[in-house]
């Protein structure tokens, strides 16, 4: 099993729509955790930040479900420019440098 | 302000030859960090300083390829007689605390080995 597993997608919605990615962990120490937007051909840039039980920054709502092991994020009224591939990111536990990225999941919204 | 920056943007290289990736994190970040990028993959780790130290360079997949920030600031990745498998984007981030922290990612530079 990979430590940071995602549904690949693609997932393709009509704009105003609903959608949920989640994203499952290995490491049961994992503290934090951060969603990244990255557009083709363009380097990821952070979206959220998740430390505890969630986060929501306007139509994005991050949630952290520590008995399975996994994190979603919600986007609710999809819009065009919200086209993108979202990856999750655990950080390490300790100093070492190591973050784990999924492999992302590719989301298109269509008009 | 300005972002992470990195240096060439793209690099196309023979098989043998040796390249060098340059990074310049955000002024003021203490931790930088290199990834590898295939394509419909996301970052896998390579190397993470904080300041000058390399503290952890697990992810460099073989001795071909050294990465030093000997001023804390900027940052070389190397990768030596290079093979087709090494073509990927190469990412630098940097981040203002930790590890734990956030990061702020550089555009990359893609690599191509013929």
């Known amino acids: ?111 | 302000g300005a972002g992470v920056s990195q240096s060439p943007r793209y690099k196309v290289a023979k098989r043998g030859q040796d390249v060098a990736l340059r990074c310049d994190p955000i002024s003021g970040h203490v931790s930088l960090f290199w990834y590898q990028q295939a394509l419909g993959q996301g970052p896998e780790f390579l190397t993470y300083f904080q300041n000058e130290a390399q503290l952890d360079k697990s992810g460099l997949p073989s001795d071909r390829f050294f990465a030093e920030r000997p001023e804390g600031s900027v940052s070389t990745l190397k990768i030596q007689r290079t093979q087709q498998e090494d073509s990927a984007v190469y990412l630098c981030a940097s981040s203002f605390g930790t590890a734990y922290n956030e990061q702020f990612f550089g555009p990359g530079t893609r690599l191509t080995v013929l």
């Open chain 1, 1 to 111: 099993r990979k430590e940071v597993e995602q549904d690949p997608g693609p997932f393709n919605v009509p704009e105003g729509a609903t959608v949920a990615f989640n994203c499952t962990y290995s490491n049961s120490a994992s503290q934090s955790f951060f969603w990244y937007r990255q557009d083709c051909r363009k380097e990821p840039k952070l979206l959220m930040s998740v430390y505890s039980s969630g986060n929501e920054d306007g139509r994005f709502t991050a949630q952290l479900n520590r008995a399975s092991q996994y994190i979603s994020l919600l986007i609710r009224d999809s819009k065009l420019s919200d086209s993108a591939t979202y990856l999750c990111a655990v950080p390490p536990n300790t100093n070492a440098g190591k973050s784990t990225f999924g492999d992302g999941t590719t989301l298109t919204v269509k008009p």
